[in-house]
């Protein structure tokens, strides 16, 4: 079994979709059909990582959901040049009650972030500090995603870069890279102190313009199918969705995230 298919098996339950803004809602998948797509997605990455693999992909509309997919400009079959990460359910065990941070806040609609930069400053000063709260909880009982490491060494056995991108806060970054990854650090590690936040796609070209490459070239990998890879195709990345916890089908959005 190939390194990355073995990696992304224990990973979580790996479903590389192409996915528009209006595509993705909660539901739980069967475990046969996790384990089809964490299949799918491996092979699909060796034939990226191998030139001489590469097969000319066919970006038909009537391709099954859960096959590997390339942007709709999309042509011929590419090499993979990096890749960025989400952290919090991706990188890190899920370990935040999102639900509850909305209820807490007050939050309406389904960015909180969003949202919150539209409030009254006192209101937002108010629901920054029950995020900021929740989120130093959260990094008492922060742990590594099983399988993240090794992905992680896949990549960097091969000299290719690895960034993050993530909607907490750049200390939670810090955290992480000190208690809960062995190896070197993700960089560029893209915070909510850049903005816009995800789902746009501003912190995924600024990365491919750091390492001086197509966003066509660069893997986005997630576990929210309404930020990370609306984002990623956005950018025109390749896209990788995680579903750990059997949240997402294609139709249109559902789980909660911040």
Known sequence: MSAPLAALQRFGQACCIRYSATSAS??????????SRALKTGKALKKMLNPDAQQRHNASASAPATAFATPSSGGGGRVLRGAIFDMDGTLTVPNLDFAEMYRRVGCKTKDILKEID??????????????????????????????????????DTRGM??????????????????????????????????????????????????????????????????????????????????????????????????
């Open 26 to 35: 909660s539901s739980a998948s069967s475990s046969s059909r996790a384990s």
């Open 118 to 155: 539209g409030w009254p400053a006192d209101e937002q000063k108010r629901a920054n500090e029950v995020i900021y709260e929740m989120e130093q909880e959260a990094l008492r009982t922060m742990r590594q995603m099983p399988g993240a490491e090794e992905l992680g060494a896949f990549f």
């Open 161 to 258: 870069p690895r960034g993050l991108v993530t909607r907490n806060v750049q200390s939670s970054v810090a955290h992480f890279h000190q208690h809960a990854w062995a190896l070197p650090p993700f960089t560029p590690a893209l915070a909510r102190d850049f903005k816009p936040y995800k789902p746009a796609p501003d912190a995924l070209l600024h990365i491919c313009a750091k390492w001086g490459v197509d966003p066509s070239e660069v893997v986005m990998i997630g576990d929210s199918a309404k930020d990370d890879i609306v984002s990623g195709n956005r950018a025109g990345a390749v896209t990788v969705l995680l579903d750990t916890e059997g949240k997402w089908r294609l139709g249109s959005h559902g789980a909660a995230g911040h």
